[in-house]
């Protein structure tokens, strides 16, 4: 209800409603592990998010990532600015399988071994020779060095090796027989070893005994067999002779090795060109034979072979076999290049090392010779490389390569500028002294044009500067630099003007304004003002614009704004008046200036500043008045602004 100073009094109601609906706000997390070393939060609400958590992590983001564990509050802000909150745990799952590894060591009696596998997760086995398993315990037949990489549910992973030994030395042996006793017919076997674990002798007639030593009465080949702990064995022949027996025996070469001619390369093994026979006879003793082979001569070349021959009872017997070896091949060229083209800049002066491999001994030095086939322009050519190699007997050998040279690459402008761009008052620079580089040719002449192409308006156009240059195979290659030449730098108006407030019969005539621009000199300086809404009892506002505009459309322009202060009388009102509790005075300042607003009582004496300090024009400031302190029932509140002033009665009700 409002009471006017009348007595009359107004009724109005007013509605205070009640909205605090809070967002509702839902968060969840999730797990970091090795594979997914981040997660997304997620969050639900009707409203902004914020997010916080370990380490000071903040975020706006509904639904943020993040990498650290702990605990993330979500704080869900509605429209209303009610809030709610929710909580999203981020746990951390990192913990690796613990992976665990063992080999074995491989041997004769177990070429394999089984790898021992453990750890929580799959199993992922790798070795040598490019060895991978997924089983838990694979077996593997190669010595070395096996990695067992195990991988957990989480992604983590543990890494063990396991070592693969191998033990397959065969023991040292040593044997020896001596020649049947004629007084007990009897002959001892004897064998040593220093890794043996069992001994094994077999021999003629089945005959078998284990140990290291044995005896028997017949004569003939005896073999011995050591087994190690490894399981691994070695071998070793002793003969038995019978001294005692009277049948005499043949020669020990019945026929000596046939004389051959054989080509130089050819097996020289008595497999290929033949070799003795000798004596084989199981009343005598065995035969036990060797060569040795002696050179001479050249082209061809003669080897002669001596055969010996001996037996357990002290005889000897020799002949010679000569093997005639002829050269007729010439030597083999190893390492000769094969054809190429290259560009000229490419050649090597490095040859290739060509050597030469001869069938019989050591060919001489390999000599090269090179031709030059000149082309249709210096950079192209061809050179015919020739290999030669001759062996001591006069074989020759040759090989060719033909080496093709090409000039196809333009040449290469060095000191081209960069296009530039230059306002229409900058000088043009001179134009650069280019120059061209060619990989096969020199002195080359460089050609230089320039063009003008106008622009859009008076002050712009471009220069196109060209460079070009060909090489002695035809080779072009061209250059352009482009230079703008713009004129964007509007006129500069010469005359200064500033904002300013005024009263109606103290607006200031227009200033008579000028132009000069940096390329059309200068240009013609439009003048408008508006003044619309001209009152000045109320006041009003008079914007002034100066414009100026050069050839190519760039614009200035000055503009003035002259505020006219109206003659509206100085006002201030208060409501509610007559007042109980509080009462609001409010002024709209007719002008800029220093305002100063007190409360005095009926003779005038001050009770209260109410209000002091700069206003400005058109404003309005209002200043609260509450009835605490005031004793009284009637005041009077007096503004003053630049040396004018008004003043009003305030009624206090009790």
Known sequence: MVTGTNG??????????????????????????????????????????????????????QNPTVCVPGTYTLVVTGTNGCTSTATAEVLEDVTVPGAQAAGGTITCTNPCVTLQGVGNGAYSWSGPGGFTSDDQNPTVCVPGTYTLVVTGTNGCTSTATAEVLEDTTAPDLDAEA???????????????SQAAVSFLWTGPNGFSSAGPMATTMEAGTYTVTVTGENGCSATMDVVVIDPCDKDECSDLIVMCGPDVTVECGSSLHPYDVGHPIFRKDDKCPEVTVGWTDSWSGSCPYILTRTWWATDALGNSETCVQ????VDTQGPELIGVPADITVACDELSDELPEVQAADACKSASTVTMTEVFVPGNCP?????????????ECGNSSSATRT?????????????????????????????????????????LEVFFTEETVPGDCKNEFTVVRTWTVTDLCGNTATATQTI????TTPPTILCSVTDLETVCDKVPDPELCKAIDNCSGEVDVVFTEDASGKDCEKGFTITRTWTAVDDCGNTSELVQVITVLGNKKLAVSANPNPFRVKTTLRFTADRDGQAVLDLTDLQGRPVARLFEGRVEHGTEYQVELGAEGLTGNTYLYHLTLDGRSVHGRLVLTR
């Open 322 to 325: 000569i093997i005639t070896v």
């Open 484 to 487: 703008e030449v713009v004129d």
């Open 178 to 192: 001596t020649p049947i006793d004629c007084n007990t017919m009897e002959a001892t076997l004897t064998a040593t």
């Open 8 to 61: 009359c009094t107004s009724t109005a109601t007013a509605e205070v409603l009640e909205d605090n609906s809070v967002p509702g706000a839902q968060a969840a997390g999730g797990t970091i592990t090795c594979t997914n070393p981040c997660v997304t939060l997620q969050g639900v609400g009707n409203g902004a998010y914020s997010w916080s958590g370990p380490g000071g992590f903040t975020s706006d983001d």
């Open 403 to 443: 080496v093709t040279v090409v000039d196809n690459e333009a040449p290469v402008l060095v000191g081209v500028p960069a296009d530039l761009t230059l306002e229409c008052d900058q000088k043009l620079p001179e134009p650069a002294v280019v120059e061209a580089q060619d990989a096969c040719s020199t002195d």
């Open 379 to 391: 950079g192209n050519y061809q050179l015919v490389q020739t290999w030669t190699a001759t062996d």
